[in-house]
């Protein structure tokens, strides 16, 4: 019985695609992790390399990632919460919830979307709307709306993201992704996540939360920033994140670290190097590694 399933975020390219995803999380020693086809801003699509991800999908098996834990995240310029490029916004989640389909997986995040001046409620009725075309179409893709940190006109606090959910038609392809440098910079305190999961468990039901971002945060709480920091080395610290990774509540959730990549030195931030290595290894480990950062520079440059 695997009790832990924790990754990190992954690159595609369209030449290596989903095979060349799998091969970097296992070169973490992640057993899950989560990609964007494509880049994160990009909304380009090319076609399914199907040699590909067959293949990736056996040497998952393999490997004993499981595609169900698997994570795909939409682009970020995806908003649903205004009435510009509608169409677009509409068609692209449904043909992209059928990619997701075709890689195999089923759980996609989304971002909500910021209502830019049109107020929060009109923001989130047009959200719930968007969603219930896009699900219109048979699928078996559930869409992970993503707790978001209240940069500028961002929707997506937990209440807000609650009351999304609830007016979704189609409740099974529909759920929460909670991400908790976004709920720390939104004004959760994470020292006292079981009132965070209350809330959930009390509305939608723990059920719902299918995806758990485990970063930490450069800010201080009820900041609003959104920048993450490595595990561990921020403002909401080991000890707490640690106890979220390991609730016994969200065993079977899959964590995934979009932690920032560490440069060179200080100085230089044109070199850096993925964390994920070393922040899976230590949280296997239950226990801050001081020297992290250290240990990442030493390895990527010897
Ligand atoms: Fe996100
Ligand atoms: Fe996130
Ligand atoms: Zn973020």
Redesign the pocket.
Known sequence: MEELYLGCHVSFHRQTQLLGSVKEALSYGANTFMFYISSPQNTTRYPIDLENQKEAIAFMKTHKIDPSKVVV?APYIINLATLKNREFMINFLKEECKRVQAYGMTKL?LHPGSHVGLGKQKGIQNIIEALNEVLKEPTSVVILL?TMAGKGTEIGTIEEVIEIIKNVEKKENIGI?L?T??LHDAGYSLTYFSSVLNLIETSIGLEKIGCI?V?DSKNEKGSHKDR?ENFGFGTIGFSVLEEIVYHPKLKNVPK?L?TPYVSVNDEEKKRSFPPYKFEIEMIKKKKKNQNLIEDIRKFYTS
Request: hydrophobic residues 15%.
């Open positions: 995240h995040v993503e992704c991400d440098c976004h971002h970063n993450h995934i979009e």
